[in-house]
T-cell receptor, first 104, second 113 residues
Framework: GIQVEQSPPDLILQEGANSTLRCNFSDSVNNLQWFHQNPWGQLINLFYIPSGTKQNGRLSATTVATERYSLLYISSSQTTDSGVYFCAVSRLTFGEGTQLTVNP | ETGVTQTPRHLVMGMTNKKSLKCEQHLGHNAMYWYKQSAKKPLELMFVYNFKEQTENNSVPSRFSPECPNSSHLFLHLHTLQPEDSALYLC????????????FGNGTRLTVT
């Protein structure tokens, strides 16, 4: 099956900093999503982005399908951005996530 | 997101008990999913239903038994579970089975004693 690798595994930021999270996948995909899992376990859908670039407020994402990676950008981070960020490909395979901690 | 509702939020059960998890979606979606999230591990897909028909069973032990009476409801029946089955069980739905975004419920935190 498809392998999904996320980096970095852990990231600690000061409030206001910017960050980039990466998701590499081993085969071509037609379905890629980014999620934020909050401390209560809920998975929030951030982007459905099999290719191209999308933006939603302080967050944006880019998927380069031909090179098999996707990037999630968080600008001007806030403490409420803390949690685990997952990418998932083709519904079946989730990465291990990036644990983000934003300190005040 | 409140379009996918899971009950109960928390469940503690003994290894000889029988219990059921319920999932309901109000998004008009046709596909529904069960995922398992164990501590320190990625989400694992368990079952997929599309238009009430099971389309994927990801080698899940028979002590987990799914049921999908219609496109809006999904159940996971549990019996004779093991302590290692303790995990967060997440339900999701999507409009189509493949090229559509997943929408998750809040999950059921299961503890098997």
């Amino acid at each position: 099956g498809i392998q999904v690798e996320q980096s970095p595994p852990d990231l600690i930021l000061q409030e206001g900093a910017n960050s980039t999270l990466r998701c590499n996948f081993s085969d071509s995909v037609n379905n890629l999503q980014w999620f934020h899992q909050n401390p209560w376990g809920q998975l929030i859908n951030l982007f459905y982005i099999p290719s191209g670039t999308k933006q939603n407020g302080r967050l944006s994402a880019t998927t380069v399908a031909t090179e098999r990676y996707s990037l999630l950008y968080i600008s001007s981070s806030q403490t409420t951005d803390s949690g685990v960020y997952f990418c998932a490909v083709s519904r079946l395979t989730f990465g291990e996530g990036t644990q983000l901690t934003v300190n005040p | 997101e409140t379009g996918v509702t899971q009950t109960p939020r928390h469940l503690v059960m003994g290894m000889t008990n029988k219990k059921s998890l319920k999932c309901e979606q109000h998004l008009g979606h046709n596909a529904m999913y069960w995922y398992k999230q164990s501590a320190k591990k990625p989400l694992e897909l368990m079952f997929v239903y599309n238009f009430k028909e099971q389309t994927e069973n990801n080698s899940v032990p028979s002590r987990f038994s799914p049921e999908c009476p219609n496109s809006s409801h999904l159940f996971l029946h549990l019996h004779t579970l093991q302590p290692e089955d303790s995990a967060l069980y997440l339900c999701a739905s999507s409009l189509g089975q493949y090229n559509s975004p997943l929408h998750f419920g809040n999950g059921t935190r299961l503890t098997v004693t």
